[in-house]
């Protein structure tokens, strides 16, 4: 059994507390399995920082629902595939090194580090356009909101 889970944040869109939205959903196989949207609690501080609260909140959540599948089904993959759109959220999450820029960003956010390099994730890269999570995060042009929500395993759209 594979799992897989796209990620996504605004970064404040929110005009009046400047906190950002994230979002994700999972897949089980090729099947929507579930998904989530969260007003996050703080406010971000860089689009770095904020692009990396939505993978380790979702890192957080793969930990839970991997446990959670293997009481139901048995053993499945190891490894969980997260696909994020933002390549400097990807670089923190795999880079142990800290770097003056991104000292700011809280520890608690550096989760998802352990969880990568003890092989539990890997975090890929994703084009904007088929990231499926920005359905749970900002509003789209009907045509991309439509696109993602096929992706998503919609079967009819009425518009």
């Known amino acids: 059994m594979r799992l897989l889970e796209?990620?996504?944040?605004d970064w404040a869109n929110d005009h009046e507390e400047r906190k950002i939205t994230s979002g994700y959903?999972?897949?089980?196989?090729?099947?929507?399995?579930?998904?989530?949207t969260k007003k996050q609690k703080v406010v971000a501080l860089s689009t770095s920082e904020?692009?990396?609260?939505?993978?380790?909140?979702?890192?957080c959540e793969t930990m839970w629902l991997k446990n959670l599948l293997k009481e139901f089904y048995g053993e499945i993959d190891k490894v969980t595939t997260i696909y994020v759109d933002n390549k400097s959220a990807i670089t923190l999450a795999k880079n142990a090194v800290q770097r003056d820029r991104s000292k700011h960003i809280d520890m608690r956010?550096?989760?998802?580090?352990?969880?990568?390099?003890?092989g539990h994730i890997i975090i890929e890269h994703c084009s904007t356009k088929d990231q499926v999570a920005d359905l749970?995060?900002?509003?789209l042009p009907t045509m991309r909101f439509v696109k993602l929500l096929k992706m998503l395993g919609m079967k009819k759209v009425l518009i």
């Open 109 to 118: 956010y550096h989760f998802i580090r352990d969880a990568v390099k003890m």
């Open 136 to 139: 749970f995060t900002k509003a």
């Open 50 to 59: 904020a692009e990396s609260i939505a993978p380790t909140t979702a890192a």
């Open 6 to 9: 796209y990620c996504d944040t």
């Open 25 to 36: 959903v999972f897949y089980v196989g090729d099947t929507t399995f579930t998904w989530s």
